[in-house]
């Protein structure tokens, strides 16, 4: 079916402004990026409301007059049993009109703070059908380009393969965020974990990995986590991460964002924070020059964040090693009749044009926690029972306070504030605002009452809040990943009390009022009233979202726990070592980029003191 219909009904398209009816043909491409059964799905809700309409009316909703359509859109926000199924519709609409309403203003050239520093990249297409290596690197985000910086510099013959394309800062510059986002992320942004309730779990797909689309906070691994990780679990390497720790803060260059740079939506987190007398300061991130354009998640249009294509993979290049683009990795082969047992022989890749095998005797693992159990399934080592259990993410919910002045959230640090004052009670809160349409808080309303939020956005400071979950997931498939993940009812009490506190935040900041994202009450004027709503409703009713999947092939001295040894490496086999967010025995509690660097460099460099 046509959407011009429905998004004209969503954003009140009445003629009087041309970006509204832009806004269509961009969905579709939105579209078109999600998974097949996204698509489906959004186009038989689609259909739903179309139906309603011509229920109510006789004629469908493309047909309606504007007040026609508005007097439809009432009815079905009427019904509470609707709202989450609109709300899930509202998401892809407002990604296109957001975008369409910040083109009519003209778009920004960026300014690049620096050029690339050039990469060996090879494509698939162009890759020989047999070769050999001394080793093959399966990811080429935070932990592969560490693990092959690693192994390249202590002369091995290294090849990282990488299932995306490698995207230039130029490029970045050249095109709209929302173009960017549905290729930089796998399925187009709309990765889901099935449960209760759903997640939309979002991952990077490119040379650099999710590093190319993360924020670029840079927190170190708390010290008691790293304490529970050696003590309870036997993840001995975490013991001697502190190097590990500096190493990668110096290879990024970070430092803690300069105040002249955060934004409106910093500045009021801090002034909120200190308005209470909470914990909050500028983050520490990996983007020295930064300017603020405020598209870390799109990939840095400036080149200011060092994603790990700008700071590890050209080091891991200018040591001999090769990155193939293109190549999803079909199993890694294995020589079963070996003496002393199976040990990795290489890997078979297969692509758009065509497949090819790399034989090499060491494997590192580094797809992701999402992907590489998958991968192993399909490799015939995915006997361990606790292999792709353990999923751990950091489950997060957002909202937005409107201020009497603007604060145009999008023009300053995209994540630029922490405040740590609920972190020991596992709630962190940071400043995090997004081009507009593409963060997580969903604007309330629908018709009329959509159009004037999206037309007074620039009045919104929004704040998001993730929490240290308990283990509750799992990565199911062989060919194809499924997620399932439940949110553990303590940490869906944590998310209610997050919006308690960011609420709280924004209303010391001078908030007029506190945009919720509990569909029932969207909007509260102060905070009795906020804590009156949210006594009635449960993390069901969130807006969520989750980052940060770590712990599917965990590492840990008790082999029946744990599919990795205290070391990373796979067990049931020689050769293969994993060296990605899998390998983090749980949930870091921060974000986790810097502590999955570190994983890698002790995993490969415990393989290199003893290689097994």
Same mark, same amino acid.
């Not at 296109?96 to 300014?111: F, I, S």
């Not at 293109?326 to 294995?334: C, D, I, Y």
């Given at each position: ?80 049993? !609707? ?58 985000? =935070? ?21 995306? %394309? ?14 960017? @986002? ?44 790293? =304490? ?6 036997? @993840? ?133 926690? !999402? ?15 606790? *292999? ?5 993410? %950091? ?27 609920? %972190? ?29 939020? *999206? ?99 965990? &590492?840990? &001295?008790?082999?029946?726990? @744990? ?15 994993? =060296? ?19 994983? =890698? ?7 290199? &003191?003893?290689?097994?």
């Amino acid at each position: 079916m046509s959407l011009a219909g429905l998004v004209s009904a969503f954003i009140a398209d009445d003629g009087t402004t041309d970006w509204p009816r832009r806004v269509p043909a961009r969905l579709e491409t939105v579209l078109a990026a999600m998974p097949l059964a996204a698509r489906v799905g959004l186009r038989a809700a689609a259909s739903g409301v179309d139906a309603y309409a011509r229920a109510r009316t006789g004629r469908s909703l493309g047909e309606l007059g504007p007040g026609e359509k508005e007097s439809v859109l009432r009815g079905l926000a009427a019904r509470p049993a !609707l709202l989450p199924l609109l709300d899930v519709l509202k998401v892809p609409v407002l990604l296109a009109a957001g975008t369409e309403r910040m083109l009519q203003d003209g778009p920004v050239a960026p300014v690049l703070t620096r050029r690339d520093p050039p990469l060996n990249v090879t494509p698939l297409t162009d890759w020989p059908a047999r070769s050999t290596a001394d080793a093959v690197v399966i990811g080429s985000g =935070a932990g592969g380009a560490m693990a092959a910086r690693t192994l390249a510099r202590a002369g091995l013959d290294v090849v990282v393969l990488e299932e995306g %394309h490698h995207h230039g800062t130029e490029a970045f510059g050249r095109r709209t965020p929302l173009d960017r @986002f549905t290729e930089l992320y796998r399925d187009g942004g709309a990765s889901v974990a099935v449960g209760n309730p759903p997640l939309l779990l979002p991952t990077g797909r490119a040379v650099g990995g999710t590093t190319v689309v993360n924020s670029g906070t840079c927190y170190r691994t708390p010290v008691h986590v790293l =304490a529970r990780w050696s003590g309870d679990f036997g @993840f001995s390497l975490a013991d001697g991460f502190g190097p590990y720790l500096d190493e990668a803060e110096r290879t990024l260059q970070v430092a803690t964002q300069p105040v002249d740079v955060l934004g409106d939506n910093g500045r009021l987190a801090l002034a909120g924070a200190r308005e209470l007398g909470w914990q909050a300061s500028p983050l520490r991130r990996n983007a020295p020059g930064c300017r603020g354009s405020c598209q870390c998640v799109v990939g840095c249009p400036t080149g200011a964040k060092q994603s790990v294509q700008l700071s590890v993979l050209p080091d891991a290049c200018a040591a001999g090693a090769g990155i193939v683009t293109g190549a999803r990795v079909e199993r890694v082969l294995v020589d079963a009749d070996r003496p002393g047992g199976p040990r990795a022989a290489g890997v078979r890749l297969y692509g758009k044009d065509g497949g090819a095998e790399i034989l090499a005797p060491l494997v590192v693992v580094a797809a992701g926690a !999402l992907q590489s159990p998958p991968l192993l399934r399909r490799s015939g080592l995915g006997r361990h029972p606790r *292999l792709g259990r353990n999923l751990s993410v %950091h489950p997060a919910t957002s909202v937005a306070g409107r201020f009497a002045r603007p604060v145009t959230a999008w023009k300053g640090v995209l994540q630029s504030v922490g405040v740590e004052e609920h %972190h020991g009670a596992g709630i962190l809160i940071e400043a995090t605002a997004t081009p507009p349409g593409m963060g997580s808080f969903v604007l309330p309303g629908l018709g009329a009452e959509l159009r004037r939020e *999206l037309e007074g956005a620039d009045r919104l400071a929004t704040l998001g809040a993730m929490i240290a979950d308990r283990p509750s997931g799992r990565v199911l498939g062989r060919d194809r990943t499924l997620i399932r993940y439940d949110v553990d009812p303590r940490d869906g009490d944590r998310l209610v009390r997050a919006v308690r506190a960011m609420g709280e935040l924004l209303f010391a900041a001078g908030a007029e009022e506190v945009l919720t994202g509990v569909p029932h009450t969207p909007r509260v004027r102060d905070l009795p009233q906020l804590d009156a709503v949210l006594a009635r409703t449960t993390v069901r009713q969130l807006h969520l979202s989750a980052y940060h999947p770590t712990g599917t092939i965990a &590492a840990g &001295a008790d082999s029946q726990r @744990f599919p990795a040894d205290p070391a990373g490496r796979l067990r049931g086999v020689q050769g293969v070592l994993i =060296a990605d967010a899998s390998a983090l025995p749980s949930c870091p509690q921060v974000n986790p980029q810097l502590s999955i660097m570190a994983a =890698a460099l002790a995993v490969t460099a415990a393989h290199l &003191a003893s290689p097994r």
